[in-house]
């Protein structure tokens, strides 16, 4: 009776998947069965693991994994003593971790976290937190999910899951509401209804891992409508490839700001403008970032603290405040974190240039002279004045010294670039005349209107 009882409970997990999802989850099954051969049953835990080592995911995820899997208890079934993952096991894994409520989630999780039952230290939970966040950047890389983005033309992923990792525990909560922090937090018991909670409140977690499950061990990852959350995990990058460049950005990083931009706006970055490329000039600046959109400015100082700021519209040069509620200025190094507007006023995103009465610069949130984030007209110079918050964006100082001096500069266009600025990059008078483009190279002149248009041409790559 308690066999029967228990197989009800594996069809219902299984009646959670359509017939081509449980075709799929079958085949992966059978792969992971066979990959570990059958010296799996002989060599118990050492041969099961191998199944999941196949090289998408790291080997710590693959036993986080394994120890979920294994927890799951199967009523009726002495599975306790094989080292083996029964089907059952694998299919009700799946369906929690996939379809399932926080719930479902998280007795696996705490698993995950923890092999021992009981509630896990702060410590166990940042470990498990970076190696998901590890396993995600790993993961997208291996199946070149990465969208034009690589390890090679972004900063050191290392210290990004870090910072995102202390980003994602900041907002664990005890029962009474309060948040440990630093060594405290390492050493506070979280039971699992904070974790549930936690889980609950963060959605980063679940979708990493169903990224992890998806794509590392490559089971429903096809099927569009369950993908939607890993879809715009990274947005497709243009306008990098072949320059050179290495972005401010780490791709733990682009992660966490691309999920905090509107939706319509994170399927797709393309770089307008890099100090490193287009020089360091506050004309160029502008030049290469007015009426192109919405877009993300991202700066770093001389201390090496970088932070910057998503504006929501497109710059446009002229004495008043501009964008609308949705700008936000945001941290990346020494830590991540987003500031969103307070609705005190409407000082949102402010570019002037060339004019004697007004301040000249880029700036966003707070006032004249105390802006959140400033970039100064005489090039090299900003300031983050914002104690002990910045009005606008409740943002704290976001350089090492209010006063800095800017070490890079990036602008990224989010979404689709709007029509005048494609169309006018797209059909040049030279586009319409080649002769007249001949004329000028052979009198030595350079194109002005290349540099505008470079990150314009690279749509046709197919990253």
């Not at 609950?200 to 429903?220: C, D, E, M, N, T």
């Not at 994170?266 to 490329?277: A, E, G």
């Not at 029509?419 to 483009?437: C, F, M, N, R, W």
Request: hydrophobic share 35%; charged share 25%; proline share 4%.
């Amino acid at each position: 009776k308690m066999g029967n009882a228990e197989s009800n409970a594996y069809r219902n997990h299984l009646s959670r998947f359509l017939p081509e999802e449980q075709s799929d989850i079958d085949g992966v099954f059978d792969t992971l069965l066979g990959s570990s051969g059958s010296s799996g049953a002989k060599n118990g835990k050492a041969g099961k693991k191998t199944a999941y080592t196949r090289e998408p995911l790291p080997e710590q995820m693959t036993v986080r994994l394994y120890n979920g899997m294994k927890s799951i208890d199967l009523t009726g079934k002495s599975s306790g003593l094989s080292e083996q993952i029964a089907k059952e096991q694998f299919v009700v894994f799946m369906s929690n971790l996939l379809k399932g409520n926080a719930e479902e989630k998280i007795t696996i999780i705490m698993r995950m976290i923890s092999k021992a039952e009981g509630p896990v230290k702060g410590k166990q939970i940042q470990e498990f937190t970076e190696d998901l966040i590890t396993s995600v950047v790993h993961v997208l890389n291996y199946r070149k999910e990465l969208k034009g983005w690589n390890l090679e033309n972004t900063r050191d992923s290392v210290s990004g899951v870090k910072v995102l990792a202390s980003q994602l525990l900041s907002e664990l909560k005890l029962a009474d509401g309060t948040k440990p922090v630093g060594p405290q937090l390492m050493e506070t018991d979280f039971d699992q209804s904070v974790i549930e909670d936690w889980v609950y409140r963060v959605p980063q977690i679940s979708i990493f891992l169903s990224a992890v499950i998806r794509q590392g061990l490559h089971v429903l990852h096809s099927l569009p409508d369950q993908t939607k959350d890993i879809l715009n995990l990274v947005p497709s990058c243009k306008g990098i490839k072949g320059r050179g460049l290495v972005s401010l950005f780490d791709i733990p990083s682009i992660i966490y700001i691309n999920s905090h931009l509107p939706t319509e706006l994170q399927h797709k970055w393309q770089l307008l403008f890099s100090s490193r490329i287009h020089g360091e000039s506050f004309s160029q600046l502008c030049g290469h970032i007015v009426k192109k959109g919405p877009c993300i400015v991202i700066l770093k100082d001389l201390d090496g603290y970088i932070f910057g700021g998503f504006a929501s519209h497109s710059w446009e040069v002229k004495p008043q405040f501009q964008g609308d509620n949705r700008c936000f200025l945001f941290s990346v190094f020494p830590s991540l974190a987003v500031y969103t507007c307070t609705g005190y006023n409407d000082h949102y995103m402010y570019l002037n240039h060339g004019q004697q009465t007004m301040p000249n610069g880029l700036g966003m949130g707070g006032q004249h002279g105390y802006f959140g984030l400033w970039i100064d007209s005489d090039y090299g110079k900003g300031h983050s004045k914002a104690k002990p918050r910045c009005t606008t964006y409740n943002s704290p100082q976001l350089s090492a010294k209010d006063d800095f001096t800017l070490d890079a500069v990036e602008v990224w266009a989010v979404g689709d670039l709007p029509e005048s600025a494609g169309a006018k990059g797209k059909k040049s008078i030279l586009d319409v005349d080649p002769e007249a483009q001949a004329f000028l190279e052979m009198a030595g002149k350079t194109r002005q209107s290349e540099g505008l248009r470079e990150p314009i041409e690279e749509d046709d790559d197919d990253d």
